[in-house]
T-cell receptor, first 112, second 113 residues
Framework: QKEVEQNSGPLSVPEGAIASLNCTYS??????FFWYRQYSGKSPELIMS????GDKEDGRFTAQLNKASQYVSLLIRDSQPSDSATYLC????????????FGSGTQLTVLP | DVKVTQSSRYLVKRTGEKVFLECVQD?????MFWYRQDPGLGLRLIYF???????EKGDIPEGYSVSREKKERFSLILESASTNQTSMYLC????????????FGQGTRLTVV
């Protein structure tokens, strides 16, 4: 079983819709969760971090964390064509030598 | 701003050459990572380091080695480049503190011919 799993997609949504990206993780002691956006040919850039259960909102982005279910999600409201990218979920686990584990990413396409 | 700088954006090397990819960060981060990224395979960890002179194998270390002689610099070495090492290579760094993110360099697209 992979440590961090994401739906590989691709996921397509129409412009203006809500895009929902999901991530599950296997290590219950994981403490920090990150969403990165990666445009084609570019390096990943951080868009959201979340450390406690519940929702965290930043503009059109909302991260949701449920540690009991070992589940983290990213919602993008009013999706724009410029949101078309691959979204990577990352999990940081204390006590783990490598600490940081990435999912394989979900490719999102927002259709004009 | 945190800056992670990779020495080259694009590289073309010949099969059998020894290749050095350099990464420098300016924020005193303890952890540094080398990943390769190929279409459909996501980010795969090659090696990481959590301190000077410390290194740990990641998921795909075969054919690679690393060096971390100074805290700010983490080098990836391809001992004898092969065509299956053609890829995008990404360096990242982070603080050891658990509630901090990783920062990525701009990536090096390596082509081995």
């Amino acid at each position: 079983q992979k440590e961090v799993e994401q739906n590989s997609g691709p996921l397509s949504v129409p412009e203006g819709a809500i895009a929902s990206l999901n991530c599950t993780y296997s290590d219950r002691v994981s403490q920090s969760f990150f969403w990165y956006r990666q445009y084609s040919g570019k390096s990943p850039e951080l868009i959201m971090s979340i450390y406690s259960n519940g929702d965290k909102e930043d503009g059109r982005f909302t991260a949701q964390l449920n540690k009991a279910s070992q589940y983290v999600s990213l919602l993008i409201r009013d999706s724009q064509p410029s949101d078309s990218a691959t979204y990577l979920c990352a999990v940081k686990t204390p006590g783990s030598a490598r600490q940081l584990t990435f999912g394989s990413g979900t490719q999102l396409t927002v259709l004009p | 701003d945190v800056k992670v700088t990779q020495s080259s954006r694009y590289l073309v090397k010949r099969t059998g050459e020894k290749v050095f990819l350099e990464c420098v960060q300016d924020m005193d981060h303890e952890n540094m990572f080398w990943y390769r990224q190929d279409p459909g395979l996501g980010l795969r960890l090659i090696y990481f380091s959590y301190d000077v002179k410390m290194k740990e194998k990641g998921d795909i270390p075969e054919g690679y080695s690393v060096s971390r002689e100074k805290k700010e610099r983490f080098s990836l070495i391809l001992e004898s480049a092969s065509t299956n090492q053609t890829s995008m290579y990404l360096c990242a760094s982070s603080l050891r503190q658990v509630d901090t993110e990783a920062f990525f360099g701009q990536g090096t697209r390596l082509t081995v011919v």
